[in-house]
């Protein structure tokens, strides 16, 4: 009788007690089940001592890798003299951090921290209604805003007789039991990259509409880079209707840069929303914006922002931390970054054409997306998910879990500041074999 491993052991104490994965979105079932011990660097072991590259990184949070001794140091030390928050305490760590993102992001002239991107954007939406006295926001088809009622699923309409709101559908990937059955009527759910569209939008509805929220770059959607001027003109329609313009920055944030995607760009919205990297894995977020609208936390009456652990002590300091790494030597684990980037993106590229493979590959610093898919370049997710070979993309991120290398669902690739070109390499022989299984 085959003896069973610490893994199949464990994962039955598991089922009995714990319902589901952490976070509990459609593809993590793909997933076998298992029980990581700990990391360093760019590796991760499981409970049966087996070792991973590990092109995940807590879904991009950590952002420096495992174990790094200079932000692990640089937490200890700030935390010598650990202290509890309470709504009448700040702290000088504090004050610190919030001027390194005023220094940093361009559209900070005022900053809050929190403790999750989901909360960061549920405040975003809060501070649009109240500044424009306005009830209903835009978001986009593939961007992705957290899993509260109004921001998760929906899909895309594009019928303009009727307000555009998100829709139940069958096909929906983030349908969820349980929602608010008005929820998906305090947003319109639109195509992005699609300025004509979103124009005719507002010429109908623009008096009603509070927020557009959207990722600078649509990294949840396939790494999609707004169209040359599409950024500009959004901007430019904010501004004619009285509309807020957020920035949802979770993942562009202080991976494009320590200014995030707006800096690169050069847009600057009127609120930002950081979370993930902001603190290198430790969870932290944070909202940043116009001092007019980000001050409307202050007045009475007020806009709310309650929160036991907001601005907690633990997330100041690795916040603290990673930027001090990111920016030291003028960014040179930027140049690290991208040089190891290129090396992955290059070689992967070329094994897909040896092996016969049309490949749609675009990326941001630190977020790579591939798709078997006969397309040089997806302005959004319309453009790829319906032309894209979907069993061939998942037989690739599995064998890859076979030969040792954890990549995520649908063609997603993070890459962290502490893989190697070794690690590439590595890498790259083991998506060489299993391509070849593939073809």
Same mark, same amino acid.
Not at 392 to 419: C, D, M, T
């Given at each position: 009788m085959k003896k069973m491993t610490k893994t199949q052991a464990i994962h039955e104490r598991t089922e009995k007690i714990i319902p589901g994965q952490h976070s509990n979105l459609p593809g993590y079932e793909l997933f076998s089940p298992v029980y990581i011990t700990h990391g360093k660097g760019s590796r991760i072991w499981d409970i049966d001592s087996n070792e991973y590259l590990d092109f995940m990184s807590g879904l991009g949070a950590g952002i420096l890798g495992y174990g790094h001794e200079e932000y692990l140091d640089a937490v200890k030390k700030q935390l010598d003299n650990?202290?509890?928050?309470?709504?009448?305490?700040?702290?000088?760590?504090?004050i610190e951090v919030a001027e390194k993102l005023h220094k940093y992001v361009p559209s900070a002239q005022r900053v809050r921290f929190l403790l999750t991107g989901t909360e960061a954007v549920q405040l975003v939406i809060r501070l649009s209604r109240a500044f424009t006295g306005r009830n209903l926001f835009i978001r986009f088809d593939g961007h992705y805003h957290g899993s509260m009622d109004n921001v998760l699923g929906g899909n895309v309409n594009t019928d303009l007789e009727g307000p555009p709101y998100g829709f139940d559908m069958k096909g929906d990937i983030f349908a969820t039991l349980g929602r608010d059955p008005h929820a998906l009527r305090q947003s319109f759910k639109i195509p992005w990259n699609d300025i004509e569209f979103l124009k005719k939008v507002l010429e109908k509805y623009g008096e009603q509409i509070a927020l557009i929220l959207m990722e600078p770059v649509n990294c949840n959607g396939g790494s999609c880079w707004p169209k040359?001027?599409?950024?500009?003109?959004?901007?430019? +329609?904010?501004?004619?209707?009285?509309i807020v313009l957020c920035f949802d920055e979770i993942i562009t944030g202080f991976r494009m840069g320590l200014?995030?995607?707006?800096?690169?760009?050069?847009?600057?919205p009127d609120l930002t929303t950081f979370g993930k990297a902001i603190a290198g894995g430790i969870p932290f977020s944070a909202v940043v914006g116009r001092a007019d609208i980000m001050d +409307?936390?202050?007045?009475?009456?007020?806009?709310?922002c309650a929160g036991t652990f907001n601005s907690y002590p633990l997330g100041l300091a690795a916040a603290n931390a990673t930027i001090g790494i990111l920016e030291k030597d003028d960014g040179a684990l930027y140049k690290h970054w991208d040089t190891v980037q290129a090396r992955l993106t290059e070689g992967f590229k070329e094994i897909a054409v040896r092996h016969g493979f049309k490949m749609l590959l675009q990326f941001v610093r630190g977020c790579i997306f591939y798709q078997f898919a006969d397309l040089t370049v997806a302005h959004n997710?319309?453009?790829?998910?319906?032309?894209?070979?979907?069993?061939?993309?998942?037989?690739?991120?599995?064998?890859?879990?076979?030969?040792?290398?954890?990549?995520?669902?649908?063609?997603?690739?993070?890459?962290?500041?502490?893989?190697?070109?070794?690690?590439?390499?590595?890498? +790259?022989?083991?998506?060489?074999?299993?391509m070849k299984r593939i073809k």
């Open positions: 650990i202290y509890y928050m309470d709504p009448a305490r700040r702290s000088p760590l504090e040359p001027g599409y950024l500009e003109r959004v901007r430019e +329609l904010c501004d004619k209707y009285g200014g995030g995607a707006q800096s690169v760009l050069g847009v600057v +409307l936390m202050t007045k009475s009456p007020k806009v709310i997710m319309g453009d790829w998910m319906p032309v894209s070979d979907h069993v061939r993309q998942e037989k690739l991120r599995s064998g890859l879990v076979e030969e040792g290398a954890f990549i995520i669902f649908r063609g997603r690739w993070f890459v962290n500041s502490s893989i190697t070109n070794e690690d590439v390499d590595l890498a +790259l022989e083991m998506t060489d074999r299993v």
